[in-house]
């Protein structure tokens, strides 16, 4: 069985820092390409940023250059480091990843649990 565990949300002010992670366990054969995703109340879940196995990087509009996403190959973690945070960016954060599970051909995709991540003064 596989799970993705998120932490690092939480309640900061406008124009501080989070630093999101989400971490995979069970039996991962690999892992490919991973992404954040958030969702407000009464609007649809959309991708924040995406991150293939080799390293490239794609971000919404609305978070390029605030947010930087990473991972750790060795840690079988995903980061999203969330820096001038607004109130707008205030959402509940999902990791997803495309993962291989005991072997390359057994592959899907799974999601975090979520974090909340609020913006408030």
């Known amino acids: 069985q596989v799970q993705l565990v998120e932490s690092g949300g939480g309640l900061v002010q406008p124009g501080g820092s989070l630093r999101l992670s989400c971490t995979a366990s069970g039996s991962i054969f690999s892992i490919n390409d991973m992404g954040w995703y958030r969702q407000a109340p009464g609007k649809e879940r959309r991708l924040v940023a995406h991150i293939t196995g080799g390293g490239s990087t794609i971000y919404a509009d609305s978070v390029k250059g605030r947010f930087t996403i990473s991972r750790d190959n060795a840690k079988n973690t995903v980061y999203l480091q969330m820096n001038s945070l607004k109130p707008e960016d205030t959402a509940v954060y999902y990791c997803?990843?495309?993962?291989?599970?005991?072997?390359?051909?057994?592959?899907?995709?799974?999601w975090g649990q979520g974090t909340q991540v609020t913006v408030s003064s």
């Open positions: 997803n990843a495309d993962l291989s599970v005991g072997s390359t051909w057994n592959r899907g995709a799974y």
